[in-house]
């Protein structure tokens, strides 16, 4: 019993008509590997790109109050050197900040109304 070449018989038991999708997919193997990789960078990674990017934004907020602290550490240094550049300076910041007075003084503080509520 001799069967025809173009029977569904015949290419069902072809050895190679199982590997021809295979054959497609290993003919585009760079792509694929690196859409693989792609994606695994992207989504799976433990420095996937989300994280990249929050930390980013973290760096960004950290950068830009380094540049607040640096000009309020230089807004205190020079109030530092003035008050300590002037014996009258040292005395007026102790008066008005810590209410400081000397041995024969009286102190009287005022309090207003509208800066107690606040």
């Known amino acids: 019993m001799d ?3 173009n029977s569904v018989h015949s290419i069902c038991h072809n050895p190679l008509y199982l590997y021809q ?5 290993f003919k585009y193997r760079y792509i694929l ?3 693989f990789f792609g994606l695994w960078m992207l989504f799976f990674d433990s420095n996937n790109a989300f994280y990249r990017f ?6 960004s907020d950290l950068e830009d109050s ?8 230089a807004d205190l240094r020079r109030q530092r ?4 550049g002037n014996q009258a300076n040292l005395e007026k910041f102790a008066r008005e900040k810590y209410m400081m007075k000397k041995d024969n003084e009286d102190l009287f ?4 109304d509208t800066l107690a509520e606040d």
């Open 81 to 84: 050197t003035e008050l300590l």
């Open 54 to 59: 929050s930390i980013a934004a973290e760096v």
């Open 66 to 73: 380094k540049v607040l602290f640096v000009q309020e550490i």
């Open 109 to 112: 503080v005022i309090i207003n």
């Open 21 to 25: 999708p295979m054959q497609k997919l």
């Open 3 to 5: 069967m025809p070449r």
């Open 33 to 35: 590997l690196f859409s």
